[in-house]
């Protein structure tokens, strides 16, 4: 964990390679300030029809840790939005959702 998904609208959809350069550059602001582990990052891009709101959604799945305080996490989302400003040219609507470990079943 962090599982990250990143919906978009048809209009602001990225190419594969300005997508895999914001895929990068997501994971990185979740090594640097999440401390996730690189082979425990998941991130999903998806083309919705968004009926109301923001043209891009970005929800994020974490594992509680004691590291991951509320300041970290709005360092966090502070990044990601300037990230998606930077990239995509919007302001996005995102959400964070941290559970405990004990709360989480998984495989692989």
Same mark, same amino acid.
């Given at each position: 964990m962090?599982?990250?998904t990143?919906?978009t609208?048809?209009k602001?959809? +990225? &190419?594969s390679? #300005? !997508?895999?350069? !914001?895929?990068t $550059?997501?994971a990185n602001?979740?090594?640097e300030i +999440?401390q #996730?582990? &690189?082979?425990?990052? *998941? /991130?999903t891009?998806l083309t919705?029809d968004i ?6 959604y970005v @929800?994020a799945? +974490?594992? %509680?840790e004691i !590291? ?6 709005n @360092? !966090?989302? *502070? %990044?990601?939005?300037l990230?998606i400003?930077e990239? /995509?040219?919007?302001v ?5 959702f941290i559970y %405990?470990a004990?709360?989480?079943f $998984?495989?692989n």
């Amino acid at each position: 964990m962090p599982s990250i998904t990143v919906s978009t609208s048809a209009k602001y959809r +990225l &190419d594969s390679a #300005a !997508f895999a350069e !914001f895929s990068t $550059a997501l994971a990185n602001l979740a090594k640097e300030i +999440l401390q #996730a582990k &690189d082979n425990n990052i *998941h /991130i999903t891009y998806l083309t919705a029809d968004i009926g109301y709101g923001t043209p891009v959604y970005v @929800e994020a799945k +974490l594992r %509680q840790e004691i !590291f991951r305080s509320e300041p970290v996490m709005n @360092e !966090f989302l *502070h %990044q990601v939005d300037l990230l998606i400003k930077e990239r /995509i040219g919007v302001v996005a609507r995102i959400r964070c959702f941290i559970y %405990q470990a004990n709360n989480i079943f $998984a495989k692989n």
